[in-house]
């Protein structure tokens, strides 16, 4: 059984990476901001705790993750490989990752690092637009929908995450160094860590992150075309 972790800043392309490889490997996706978002929307007690965090682009208590994390994964029994996706974000969080694998027999296999410059992020993040209904990405200059304002797949409205706003961006960013230099070395340690430079276009991402799950499901073999 498989898990893999997409570690990388807001804007790296997290989310896009997680789609591709969604679809190419069946992973089940854990993105604790969609889950998050969701019980937000929806009015929830964890909603009702978290959305102010969110609002100031601040870490949601290591509390409440484990909570919306062991619930989905309880939701999703049998032979599931799982993607996280922002997830960990602390080392209080990875420490609770491993428990939650060890307890449904599996592991974590590797950990893709995105990266890409501080300028690359900021422009990203302020030109992301969100399907309301589905979720799709987009963005107002890299990846335009056919007609503006509206989703090719659902034909649902697109908005602007609050949370990205200039000002919650740079709260979210320097959150985001601080944090993930202690979980790169953290899981550098264990030898699992594989840089992906996510400044290029999503695809090459998408690519190299394709060719080591390949390679390491077929014992290392070359990836079949
Ligand atoms: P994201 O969509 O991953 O950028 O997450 C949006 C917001 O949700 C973050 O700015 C945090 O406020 C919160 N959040 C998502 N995942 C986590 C996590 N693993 N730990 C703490 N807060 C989180």
Redesign the pocket.
Known sequence: MQAIVLLGA?GAGKGTAADGLQEEFGFLHV????M?REAVAGGTSVGHEAEP??QA????PDRI?GHVVEEVLDSHKGGARYMFD?????LT?ADMLDACLKSRASELNHVFYLSAPRGILVGRLAGRRICASCGANYHLVNVQPKVGGVCDRCSGELYQRP?DSEETVNT?LNIYEEMTRELADHYEKRSLLQPIDSSRRPEDAIDDITRILRSSEGGGQAVSP
Do not use: A, C, K, W
Request: glycine share 14%; hydrophobic share 30%.
């Open positions: 807001p993105s604790t901001g969609n998050l965090f969110m682009g601040e870490l949601v993750i922002g997830y960990p974000r602390t969080q949370d979210r």
